[in-house]
């Protein structure tokens, strides 16, 4: 690497896990899994990104709980019988040069959805209790998110504590299962932002009324989690800057709590939105190019931690964009990165800093450098 090579493909140091790049894939749910046990599905799914490039690939939405699965067939790790079959994912990312984290998540009031290729709404509680598996939905309040949903029943602290440890034993079972970063789903509605926003959060004791109370769920499963999580492995925070609602959380709160998780020992805020008051699949954001860019910069800036941005990020001249710009540390590609697994390869073509193809894994790299040399003589009429 040198002066020149652009940001996106300079290497960042997290705690003691360098990462070739800055190129992230996001968290994506791919509702394949028995029972919260991976497969060949996520084998795959997960290792094209990293032979494609990518600096660090992340799994999708991870169970800490199954009665807090977002979709029925979703990932997790309640369980100690989950920990090898995410080791040989992890074992192979790790064979090809890739370093691979996954995200810890509690779906609270927003459990128990249909698949997004079906429609990504509400299951009836009649719904959930025919599949025979366990289901809870539950918040800070007895308030759903939407008419499709059924009311939460209001968490106990004896309910909230046991969740705290939930989180906690899902964090030592990633460590088992080889997983070199970590982060907690602390957005889009779940559990922990319910908590958050004052418009889901009625209660009036320890955990509601003020932002400081509001925020005592999430600093504490975060302290508890970075206490759990070894030293020198990174914890990321993903968090709905603003949660979409009318009078509900905004960016001067998140600025505050980026601060306090910094404070306990996170590393980077991962800085999406929305997702409190609609369906799993709905944001009341405006959508456009690098849309959620403005809320990492501006955490980044006045909160003094890393943040990586996602949402709409198409190419390698815009992520490096962000990064030249000091508006994130991190960028973060995911449907982008399902329509192209070598995104990472091909951002680094598009900004001429890559010739002989060596972002890419070295089983492809080799081939793609020799038909480079073949294409380049046929450019050149040479040929």
């Known amino acids: 690497m040198t002066a020149e090579t652009p940001l996106l493909f ?74 090898a079959p995410f080791r ?81 034993d899902a964090a030592l079972r990633a460590d088992a299962a080889g997983f070199d970063a970590l982060e907690l789903h602390f957005g889009h509605g779940y559990l922990v932002a319910s908590f958050l926003s004052p418009v889901s959060n ?38 709905s800057a603003v949660d979409g609602s009318v009078d509900g959380w905004n960016l001067d709160d998140s600025v505050v709590l980026a601060e306090r998780l910094k404070a306990v020992g996170v590393d980077v805020i991962d800085c999406s939105s929305g997702g409190l008051a609609e369906e799993t699949r709905n944001t009341n954001v405006p959508r456009g190019l690098g849309f959620q860019v403005p809320f990492s910069e501006r955490i980044r800036r006045e909160a003094g931690i890393r943040t990586q941005a996602v949402g709409v990020i198409l190419d390698g001249p815009q992520a490096e964009a962000i990064l030249r710009n000091g508006q994130a540390d991190l960028v973060a590609i995911g449907r982008e990165a399902l329509l192209d697994p070598n995104w990472a390869t091909h951002a680094a073509q598009a900004l001429g800093c890559d010739p002989n193809f060596e972002t890419i894994n070295f089983r492809h790299g080799h081939w793609l450098a020799k038909r480079e040399s073949l294409m380049r003589q046929i450019r050149e009429g040479r040929l």
């Open 10 to 83: 300079q290497p960042i140091t997290l705690r003691d896990l360098t990462l070739k790049n800055r190129v992230v894939i996001s968290p994506m749910c791919q509702h394949n899994a028995d029972f919260g046990i991976p497969g060949d599905w996520h084998v795959v799914h997960l290792g094209r990104f990293a032979i494609g490039g990518a600096g660090l690939v992340f799994v999708e939405s991870t169970a800490v709980d199954p009665r807090a699965r977002i979709g029925i067939k979703d990932v997790g790790l309640w369980d100690d019988a989950q920990i």
């Open 88 to 168: 040989r994912i992890t074992d192979f990312v790790h064979s090809v040069g890739g370093r691979i984290g996954v995200q810890l998540a509690h779906a609270g009031r927003k459990a128990g959805s249909e698949a997004l290729w079906e429609g990504g709404r509400a299951l009836s509680m009649e719904a959930l209790a025919a599949t025979g598996e366990p289901w809870r939905r539950v918040g800070p309040s007895p308030l759903a998110p939407s008419a499709e949903w059924s009311v939460p029943e209001e968490m106990t602290v004896e309910d909230i504590a046991a969740t705290e440890r939930m989180f906690v």
């Open 202 to 239: 009625k209660r009036t004791d320890a955990y509601g009324g003020s932002r400081d109370n509001r925020m005592r769920m999430c600093i504490d499963y975060a302290a508890a989690v970075r206490r759990a999580w070894p030293t020198e492995k990174p914890l990321f925070v993903r968090i």
